[in-house]
């Protein structure tokens, strides 16, 4: 079964920081992986996917995402934090299983700027 | 381009009473999903709707039901409602299943006592 794992709750950075949101992934298959942010009572905002290509994705508000084959990573990436970056990340993987396509997500880590 | 919208954004309910939550997709996108987020179990995925059809159903009882309609446009509804449903529920729409990208709408918090 495809799943993905982020193993830390939260992390905390300081503003213009680089940030680092940890994600490891679980597949049969090639692996389509994607990340998605929330902020406090909203839905969760498409931020990039990898589907194929270069290890390293480039996304929307300044993110990036390497995905790393031979350690099943997919980190989310940031150069300098912004205080508007906090927020809750998801990872997750696309489920093909049966033929059908479906989003298997991460618990979630809670990314804390700190101005 | 608007995006998805949900209807109604909160909803306080009492257990056994049953509620219908809405979504309008992305013009142009035919397949709507919803998806369950609760603090204990995470995002869970409910179920999938094209064409007017289910096309796809995740672990959930047959009290979660839904349907979708000619324009795209999706309905769920809970029946006997239980404490445990108190969610916040999100509808996501795509072109079309085989499309990797799926966009959220902000959700409706559903509130059971």
């Known amino acids: 079964a495809q799943s993905v794992a982020q193993p830390e709750d939260q992390v905390n950075v300081a503003e213009g920081n680089p940030l680092t949101v940890k994600c490891t992934y679980s597949?049969?298959?090639?692996?389509?992986l994607f990340w998605y942010v929330q902020y406090p009572n909203r839905g969760l905002q498409f931020l990039l996917k990898y589907i194929t290509g270069d290890n390293l994705v480039k996304g929307s508000y300044g993110f990036e995402a390497e995905f790393n084959k031979s350690q099943t990573s997919f980190h989310l990436k940031k150069p300098s934090a912004l205080v508007s970056d906090s927020a809750l990340y998801f990872c997750a993987v696309r489920d093909g299983s049966g033929g059908y396509n479906k989003l298997i997500f991460g618990a979630g880590t809670r990314l804390a700027v700190h101005p | 381009k608007a995006g998805v919208t949900q209807t109604p954004r909160y909803l306080i309910k009492t257990r056994g009473q049953q509620v219908t939550l809405s979504c309008s997709p992305i013009s142009g996108h035919r397949s709507v999903s919803w998806y369950q987020q609760t603090p204990g179990q995470g995002l869970q995925f409910l179920f999938e709707?094209?064409?007017?059809?289910?096309?796809n159903k995740g672990n959930f009882p047959g009290r979660f039901s839904g349907r979708q309609f000619s324009n795209s446009r999706s309905e769920m509804n809970v029946s006997t409602l239980e404490l445990g449903d108190s969610a916040l529920y999100l509808c996501a729409s795509r072109q079309a299943p085989s499309t990797d990208t799926q966009y959220f709408g902000p959700g409706t918090r559903l509130t059971v006592l």
């Open positions: 597949v049969s298959g090639n692996p389509y």
């Open positions: 709707y094209f064409s007017e059809t289910q096309r």
